[in-house]
């Protein structure tokens, strides 16, 4: 049973993204930032014991991004439609992971040698995002407005979110015209 352990964390996480989601857009702003942040460190946790017993699989490599992704967009959508986020901000999120989906997929059609792996701006890039909705979550539970906060926290995200983009969309055209084995 523990050996998967770490597939059962990754699948609460697909769970909790349309809970949290609903939490947020029914101001039940308290219980969407714990669930987040028991969804966050369900991520943390289920990567620690996958490397450290050996309990990696394939459809751990799978889940647990896909989890991560959509935990990410919902919690995006429903902040925008809650007015606590820009507008901008949400359609850059869904862009990039778009592009990185297309990409994959793209790549997979035409034989190119995938490596389907986080490159480690991906990695910061979420985690960066993970503060972001944290933080504009906490918000929303103390009903605390700070919107110089927000902006700065959008425009440090969206910073994020273009360099990791460019580096998948460089990496992408590098093997796609270069032959080389990438991410």
């Not at 439609?81 to 850059?92: C, D, E, F, R, T």
């Not at 909705?133 to 969206?158: K, R």
Request: net charge positive; hydrophobic share 65%; proline share 4%.
């Amino acid at each position: 049973m523990i050996r998967h352990l770490p597939n059962l964390l990754s699948a609460s996480r697909l769970v909790a993204a349309p809970v949290a989601a609903w939490a947020i857009l029914n101001d039940h702003d308290t219980a969407a930032l714990l669930l987040f942040i028991a969804a966050s460190f369900s991520d943390l946790a289920d990567g620690f014991i996958a490397r450290r017993w050996g309990f990696t699989s394939q459809i751990g490599a799978w889940l647990d991004p896909v989890a991560d992704k959509l935990l990410m967009l919902f919690c995006f959508v429903a902040l925008w439609k809650a007015g606590a986020i820009p507008l901008w901000l949400m359609v850059l999120v869904i862009a990039r992971d778009l592009g990185i989906v297309a990409g994959a997929l793209l790549g997979k059609l035409l034989g190119l040698p995938l490596r389907i792996a986080p490159l480690a701006i991906g990695k910061a890039t979420t985690a960066v995002l993970a503060v972001f909705v944290g933080a504009v979550l906490l918000l929303l539970a103390f009903d605390v407005e700070a919107p110089h906060y927000v902006t700065a926290g959008s425009f440090t995200a969206a910073a994020f979110i273009l360099l990791s983009g460019a580096v998948y969309a460089l990496t992408f055209l590098k093997l796609l015209f270069g032959g080389r084995h990438a991410a």
